[in-house]
Nanobody, 124 residues
Framework: QVQLAESGGGSVQTGGSLRLSCAASGVARNAVCMAWFRQALGNEREAVAS????????YYPDSTKGRFTISQDDAKNTVNLQMNSLKPEDTAMYYC?????????????????WGQGTQVTVSS
């Protein structure tokens, strides 16, 4: 069972940047991708970026493409999310996840394990 722990959330003004990190320990059987999801109050949880564990291919929905960058550091067992040009609509709880498949429109049904989440708040 993989354990995921997020860090790096906080508050920033519109146009600012934040970098989230996810530390993974243990083994996620059948995991093909690592992903970041977010959930704003009253909204469904949605994927914002994912990266194939083997090969490093990345996937982004249109809402974050060009602004967010996902990367992984195999030596440190971490997955990072660099978020630039942040907007108030990016405000949400952000979750790291290990998933069974990769996609730009990844569904929560693909998730094997979730982290506890870290809050990101973007003010106008």
């Amino acid at each position: 069972q993989v354990q995921l722990a997020e860090s790096g959330g906080g508050s920033v003004q519109t146009g600012g940047s934040l970098r989230l990190s996810c530390a993974a320990s243990g083994v996620a059987r059948n995991a093909v991708c690592m992903a970041w999801f977010r959930q704003a109050l009253g909204n469904e949880r949605e994927a914002v970026a994912s990266i194939a564990i083997l090969g490093d291919h990345t996937y982004y929905p249109d809402s974050t493409k060009g602004r967010f960058t996902i990367s992984q550091d195999d030596a440190k067992n971490t997955v990072n999310l660099q978020m630039n040009s942040l907007k108030p609509e990016d405000t949400a709880m952000y979750y790291c996840a290990a998933t069974r498949w990769c996609s730009a429109t990844l569904s929560p049904s693909a998730v094997i394990s979730w982290g506890q989440g870290t809050q990101v708040t973007v003010s106008s």
